[in-house]
Each structure stands twice: as C-alpha cells, then as structure tokens.
C-alpha cells in the first residue's frame, strides 16, 4: 500500500522568505523524524505566508498508514503560526 497526503498551509507570521523557511524546515524535520515519512514542500516555495507540503509513506496495510497521516496531519495542526487550509489523502493497492 502507498499513500500520499498534500497539506495546503497559510503562515500568516511571516514576513520574508526566510521565516518561512524555517518554519517549513522545522515540520518537515518532525514529520521526518517521528513518523518515518517521505516529505517535501511541493508548491508555492517564492510565496511568504503560503505553502504547500507533500508527504508519501508506504506500509502494508492500509489502516497503519490511515493512522499515520492522520497523526502527521495533527501535527502540523498545531504548530505555532500556522493555519491548515486543506489537507488531503489518497492511497493505492
């Protein structure tokens, strides 16, 4: 099984580039780093308070990886300065 999820951010903090790179980096660090995940900022990457982060995770069964991208996704929830618009999941057999 393989999943994929596109998390839609909005950085309302930011004020150049570099803030939000580091804001960036420090979730795609943890995600990286608790969950095993592949992940990636995939879109919007020249735009201050908005981005995009792509993650893709591979299991066995299909409930472990339900529960991981939800976790993942509850994670960047509640980082400081940041505000999810959108997130979605997809999985394959």
């Given at each position: ?19 939000k790179?580091a804001?960036?980096?420090s979730?795609?660090g943890k995600?990286?780093?608790r969950?095993?995940?592949?992940v ?6 020249e735009?201050?308070?908005?981005t995009v982060?792509g ?8 409930s472990?990886l339900q ?19 959108h997130?979605?999941?997809?999985y394959?057999?």
């Amino acid at each position: 099984m393989v999943a994929g999820a596109r998390i839609e951010l909005f950085l309302p903090a930011c004020q150049n580039l570099k803030e939000k790179r580091a804001i960036v980096k420090s979730i795609i660090g943890k995600l990286r780093s608790r969950f095993n995940l592949s992940v990636a900022e995939v879109a919007y990457q020249e735009q201050w308070q908005r981005t995009v982060i792509g993650i893709a995770a591979v299991a066995n069964e299909i409930s472990f990886l339900q529960n991981e991208l939800q976790a993942a996704i509850r994670l960047v929830e509640i980082q400081p300065g940041v505000e999810l618009i959108h997130a979605e999941t997809e999985y394959y057999e």
